[in-house]
């Protein structure tokens, strides 16, 4: 897909991933759509490319419908939406407060599939446009320190899938995107529980949000079904559909120890 030009939702673009995925959109010549809940880190993430700005929780239909309708009505089009907009959560599945459950999934699933199902008729309307969910590693290996995180991504990654199928004849093309682990402040703002000490100090590992937001805008323009950044993770995904016991008895022997030193 061809970047100039187009018109290209991103959410969650006030920091991390989202903010250097719109500074490339916008020096590749993309129209704009920002959103996030702070509206101040928003007006600078982007200054050449005078971005139409939508503050607002996500989570909110009415945030949904201002992005959707605001875009239609400054652009009158929707070319790309990049549901980069997520939270995690560190509670242990078999006791983590339901309520910090429903809000995981209302933001890492509802809100895009919502999201989603506003753009879509648009798209399909002009027989063209991408839908770019933002996932993670965690919904192609299950962590065990991160399980319902896994369980929103990997619902996510399967939504992917299924709308790629759904929409082909609609020339619309869907891609996830499963980022291994990022410098960002991810971890600044979890919905429950606490970061795990070698989680934590895995950070040396960590690939720079912008590294990542450019394999993502090069996966839209090579049209690419997955993008999994850094790539070397491509070796992790294979090492657990190859070898799943040991994989999972791994991880679990991570977790323990993680559990232990806490």
Known sequence: MKIAGSVIIVTGASDGIGAELARILAARGAKLVLNARNETRLREVVRSAEPLIVAGDITDGETRRRIVDGALARFGQIDVVINNAGAGLYSPAW??????????MELNLFAPLELIQLVTPHMR????????????MAGKITLPWFTLYSVSKYALGSLTEG???ELKRD??????VCPGYVATNFQGHILGGSVPSTVARAKGLAITAEQCALDIVRGIEANKRTVVTPKLGWLAVAAARLFPAIMQAQLAKINDRQQLAQ
Do not use: Q
Request: aromatic share 0%.
């Open 171 to 176: 020339g619309i093309r869907s891609m996830i």
């Open 95 to 104: 006791k983590a407060p339901m309520a910090d459950v429903r809000r995981l």
């Open 163 to 165: 709308l790629r199928m």
């Open 125 to 136: 309307a002009r027989k063209s446009g991408m839908i770019v969910n933002i996932g993670s």
